[in-house]
């Protein structure tokens, strides 16, 4: 999910809405390491942490696997009926 929104063009990108739930009412929030803060202070010095950077490095790199992926990976993939005989 995450690597789907990082796709996104920043038009289709929205603002986010204030939630009271969230740490910092929602407002500070680390895409990649999906993540809210709470204030922008503390989301900045997250953006120089080891933890943000290699995360950032694996979201620019090759899509992720996905389920698709196991199950053919696993031999559970469509059916091989073999060749269709042709009737007469």
Known sequence: MVYDELKKP??????LPVDEDLPGMGQYYCLHCDRFFA???VRDEHFKTKRHKKRLKLMMGPAPHT???ADLAGGMGMPDNGPKLMSM
């Open 10 to 15: 920043d038009e289709e990108k929205t603002l």
């Open 67 to 69: 389920q698709l992926d």
């Open 39 to 41: 204030n922008v202070t």
